[in-house]
């Protein structure tokens, strides 16, 4: 069973930086895309940033500039550094990841979310 487990997540001030994790566990054969999403109260899901297995990044306007994807491909860990942090950025922060099982021999994709990190910025 592959889970995705997400940390960092804490309260701050404007201006302050954090820096999330996400770790993939489990069976599987590898990992593709891995994306941070957040989702603030009353407010749809967004996505922040992507990150393909070849380092390719991508990132909302809101937060380019401030915020930083990488991955750790050894450790199946991907990273959101968030600097200069807004109340604006306020959220639960979601990692998301496209992973790779074999099944019947066969290599099949899917989506798994993490739980959430609460992400407070106070003003």
């Known amino acids: 069973q592959v889970q995705l487990v997400e940390s960092g997540g804490d309260l701050v001030q404007a201006g302050g930086s954090l820096r999330l994790s996400c770790t993939a566990s489990?069976?599987?054969?590898?990992?593709?895309?891995m994306d941070w999403y957040r989702q603030a109260p009353g407010k749809q899901r967004e996505l922040v940033a992507t990150?393909?297995?070849?380092?390719?990044?991508n990132y909302a306007d809101s937060v380019k500039g401030r915020f930083t994807i990488s991955r750790d491909n050894a450790k199946n860990t991907v990273y959101l550094q968030m600097n200069s942090l807004k109340p604006e950025d306020t959220a639960v922060y979601y990692c998301?990841?496209?992973?790779?099982?074999?099944?019947?021999?066969?290599?099949?994709?899917?989506?798994?979310w993490g739980q959430g990190t609460q992400v407070t910025v106070s003003s």
């Open positions: 998301n990841a496209n992973i790779v099982i074999v099944q019947g021999g066969r290599p099949k994709e899917y989506s798994y």
């Open positions: 489990g069976s599987f054969f590898s990992i593709n895309g």
């Open positions: 990150i393909t297995n070849s380092g390719r990044t």
